[in-house]
């Protein structure tokens, strides 16, 4: 098996390969393409073209949503089975990381949402983007599109009211996914996933600070997330 980069925005393969950067790797819980094989071979990349740590950020509280929504959940239940599932990746992470050297070990840290959402920058940048969810129509619009974009109603019977719901995902990611994040001193600013979408785009947006410039502003990004398009071959 090998890794294969497509695409990268924000910076260039060199740059990543003089290791300008370092490099998380965000786990949803929804994304199937993250079996322990594929896991396992990001994450040797990502060790080999870091800058001083990698991160491995597991995405489970805010996955909470989905099952409420798309399964039918009580708020407490859809709660419990994200926490109980993320946990069942990160003891899948960990088998990983117990294969590997112990120098490339020390250079892994394994993080929580409930750890990144704490951080006083993140909590300022997510009540931003709700605001401007409410009250900037077309950035509202921009975000229902990224929603709908990941909902067959053909499989999953959505209301258009549930849209509205199932956007606070978005809403609570797009920190993360416009700037990285802070974890121990160390900002985690790159971050490889396979393929492209909306919300990619909404993030280059939001970046460039041109179609939704006072939102760009309101937040005022220093660090823009380095957006790499990359699969296992």
Same mark, same amino acid.
């Given at each position: 098996?090998?890794?294969?980069?497509?695409?990268?925005?924000?910076?260039?393969?060199?740059?990543?390969?003089?290791?300008?950067?370092?490099?998380?790797?965000?786990?949803?819980?929804?994304?199937?393409?993250?079996?322990?094989?594929?896991?396992?071979?990001?994450?040797?990349?990502?060790?080999?073209?870091?800058?001083?740590?990698?991160?491995?950020?597991?995405?489970?509280?805010?996955?909470?949503?989905?099952?409420?929504?798309?399964?039918?959940?009580?708020?407490?239940?859809?709660?419990?089975?994200?926490?109980?599932?993320?946990?069942?990746?990160?003891?899948?992470?960990?088998?990983?990381?117990?294969?590997?050297?112990?120098?490339?070990?020390?250079?892994?840290?394994?993080?929580?949402?409930?750890?990144?959402?704490?951080?006083?920058?993140?909590?300022?940048?997510?009540?931003?983007?709700?605001?401007?969810?409410?009250?900037?129509?077309?950035?509202? %619009?921009?975000?229902?599109?990224?929603?709908?974009?990941?909902?067959?109603?053909?499989?999953?019977?959505?209301?258009?009211? %549930?849209?509205?719901?199932?956007?606070?995902?978005?809403?609570?990611?797009?920190?993360?996914?416009?700037?990285?994040?802070?974890?121990?001193?160390?900002?985690?600013?790159?971050?490889?996933?396979?393929?492209?979408?909306?919300?990619?785009?909404?993030?280059?947006?939001?970046?460039?600070?041109?179609?939704?410039?006072?939102?760009?502003?309101?937040?005022?990004?220093?660090?823009?997330?380095?957006?790499?398009?990359?699969?296992?071959?």
């Amino acid at each position: 098996m090998s890794f294969r980069i497509k695409k990268c925005l924000n910076s260039t393969e060199k740059e990543i390969r003089n290791k300008k950067y370092n490099i998380f790797l965000g786990i949803s819980l929804g994304n199937k393409y993250f079996t322990k094989e594929n896991l396992r071979e990001y994450l040797l990349w990502a060790l080999k073209n870091t800058k001083e740590k990698v991160a491995i950020l597991i995405v489970d509280k805010i996955h909470a949503i989905n099952y409420e929504i798309r399964r039918g959940y009580s708020k407490d239940r859809a709660l419990s089975v994200a926490l109980r599932h993320g946990e069942e990746t990160r003891k899948m992470v960990r088998e990983i990381i117990n294969t590997l050297s112990k120098e490339m070990q020390n250079k892994i840290e394994v993080v929580k949402w409930q750890v990144v959402e704490q951080n006083t920058a993140y909590k300022k940048s997510e009540k931003i983007i709700k605001d401007a969810f409410q009250k900037n129509t077309d950035f509202h %619009d921009a975000i229902i599109e990224v929603v709908k974009e990941n909902v067959d109603p053909n499989i999953v019977n959505i209301k258009e009211q %549930d849209y509205e719901k199932l956007a606070n995902y978005i809403i609570s990611e797009l920190p993360v996914l416009i700037s990285g994040f802070k974890f121990q001193g160390i900002i985690f600013n790159l971050s490889p996933y396979p393929g492209f979408c909306k919300v990619d785009n909404l993030v280059i947006e939001i970046q460039k600070g041109k179609k939704f410039s006072n939102i760009s502003e309101d937040l005022g990004i220093i660090n823009k997330r380095v957006i790499v398009e990359a699969y296992v071959k």
